[in-house]
């Protein structure tokens, strides 16, 4: 049942709690009863004031004039919160092309022109500031703070009279870590907003009013309404922001998440083998809040690599690899299969996930390079599992580990981060098999910085085009698959010398020049 908001006309708020009140109690009482949201307000004349203190970042001589300009936007909620910045929002009330022009001008930066007719924005890029110019929309600033999304994003401040413009009382809001939305129809104006919401939060630190987060939990559904981009947009900023997983959980429980990524509503309750306490869909925020706890505290961790860690991870790589893990087993339900005495299986999860994960991607417009970072992490993400097993076996040998580190290449360190916080999310109970891995992958991120990335600069013993002067073998994938092997046992400190490995190579595809067919015929057995 949908409970419909407050009206502002107390005659109508009065009818509609009658009716709805009526239909509740003839019906069954087994429903949970959302919050009614508040009644938004009529715009006030304005609570307009002189804040002592309140210094513009920037010389205010650089405008071409002050008459009729505003700064306004998320620029005050900065200035308030004391955070630098050096995107400023500024409304003009007449002409903003040509002040935006003017303005370009006069700090020599680049301009260009967003929106369309009657909706234009106006973007000065200079050298150490951005500045986008809108028109001020309505017959007055308060009109058009009136259509903007939060509270706390409808301030404006007056640069002629100095005057700071605040009607929805965006500034009590912020001092409260609250957001809360300016009208009934913020969202219904765009849907966007329904995600900046979460993403607002995320990065200030703010919690949701109870009226905004019953709305956005009432018109979760118009984000399918939306580009694709620009949801994008706002993903990628909360993955950005610190501590997520309660947002992100967050936007599970309005709904929103689901209706953005349809695909992980199938992983809630999704049980798994008896080496995982949570399902799939807990075990993934599981995962996800580790993962944010070993972002901040690497050094605990890791204590001898934390700081290369750091170096080879920047915040894009944190931000993808937050990503990868919401998706990471978004391939189980479409795997699962259970056994003879009920053992289940997710034979192929990973493949089936990322395959998954590059058409959402793909959906949302990721960037091809996003794309295949995401994807890379998924189809791999549990290889360092994998190599556990096989190091813990009597026949194991160095050349496993330098095959692993070859495969995975620069994603090393974040798919054996991504695997830690995977193995620890699996039960909130200490485990000695998790604690056992936990062990080796601390070892082995150790052995990647300090040991294969040194050895991986000797110069190969051999090329492809030794390979084509000494076997006449023509370029094809088994000539990659030889050099592979060759280059394994090089840094495997297998074979030392050139002779070495042409001898290999000889042995790989047989005393005579074979063809493709019979070359890939004595690879594989």
């Not at 706890?293 to 890791?302: T, W, Y």
């Not at 042409?502 to 595809?509: E, F, N, P, Q, T």
Request: proline share 5%; net charge positive.
């Amino acid at each position: 049942m949908k409970l419909l908001t407050l009206s502002r006309s107390h005659l109508f708020f009065t009818k509609m709690l009658q009716s709805r009140l009526q239909k509740l109690f003839t019906k069954p009482s087994n429903i949970n009863i959302l919050p009614m949201a508040r009644a938004f307000p009529r715009l006030p004349n304005g609570l307009n004031m002189k804040i002592e203190g309140l210094q513009i970042p920037f010389d205010e001589a650089l405008l071409p004039q002050t008459e009729g300009v505003y700064l306004v936007g998320g620029s005050i909620r900065d200035l308030l919160l004391d955070r630098h910045s050096i995107d400023y929002d500024i409304a003009v009330s007449k002409n903003p092309d040509l002040f935006a022009r003017r303005l370009s001008n006069r700090i020599g930066g680049r301009l260009v022109r967003f929106g369309k007719p009657g909706q234009a924005l106006f973007r000065i890029v200079g050298p150490e500031m951005v500045f986008d110019v809108t028109a001020v929309r309505g017959t007055s600033i308060e009109a058009d703070l009136q259509e903007r999304d939060f509270t706390i994003n409808a301030m404006a401040y007056a640069l002629d009279s100095k005057i700071f413009i605040d009607p929805f009382n965006g500034r009590a809001d912020l001092a409260a870590k609250k957001l809360t939305i300016v009208s009934e129809n913020v969202f219904e104006k765009d849907p966007v907003r329904l995600v900046r919401a979460y993403r607002i939060c995320a990065v200030y630190g703010l919690r949701m009013d109870p009226d905004t987060d019953f709305k956005i939990r009432m018109e979760s559904h118009r984000i399918r309404e939306s580009p694709p981009e620009r949801i994008t947009g706002e993903l990628i900023r909360i993955f950005s922001a610190s501590n997520i997983s309660e947002t992100i959980s967050q936007m599970a429980r309005s709904e929103l998440l689901f209706h953005i990524l349809p695909e992980l509503k199938e992983t809630i309750g999704c049980t798994q083998n008896r080496y995982h306490a949570f399902n799939v869909f807990e075990h993934t925020f599981k995962a996800l809040s580790h993962l944010e706890r070993l972002q901040e505290n690497l050094e605990a961790f890791f204590p001898k690599a934390a700081s290369q860690i750091r170096k080879s991870l920047h915040e894009k790589s944190f931000t993808l690899l937050k990503w990868a893990m919401l998706l990471h087993d978004i391939g189980k339900p479409v795997v699962r299969s259970a056994g003879p005495e009920g053992k289940i299986h997710f034979g192929g999860h990973e493949k089936t996930g990322a395959q998954m994960a590059a058409d959402i991607c793909r959906r949302l417009r990721f960037s091809n390079a996003d794309t295949q970072d995401t994807v890379f992490i998924i189809r791999n993400h549990v290889r360092p599992l994998f190599l556990f097993l096989a190091c813990k076996n009597p026949g194991f040998s160095r050349r496993i580990k330098i095959r692993f580190f070859l495969r995975c290449g620069d994603y090393t360190p974040a798919l054996l981060l991504h695997a830690v916080a995977d193995i620890q999310g699996k039960s909130d109970v200490p485990d000695l098999r998790n604690e056992a891995f936990l062990s080796f992958a601390r070892d082995l991120v150790w052995e990647y910085f300090e040991d294969y990335l040194e050895i991986k600069r000797q110069v190969p013993l051999i090329t492809g085009f030794d390979l084509i002067r000494e076997f006449d073998l023509a370029p094809s994938p088994i000539m990659k698959k030889i050099l592979g092997r060759i280059r394994e046992a090089q840094l495997s400190k297998e074979i030392l010398d050139r002779a070495s490995a042409v001898r290999l190579a000889r042995d790989m595809i047989g005393k005579r020049n074979p063809t493709a067919e019979s070359a890939e015929g004595t690879l594989r057995g």
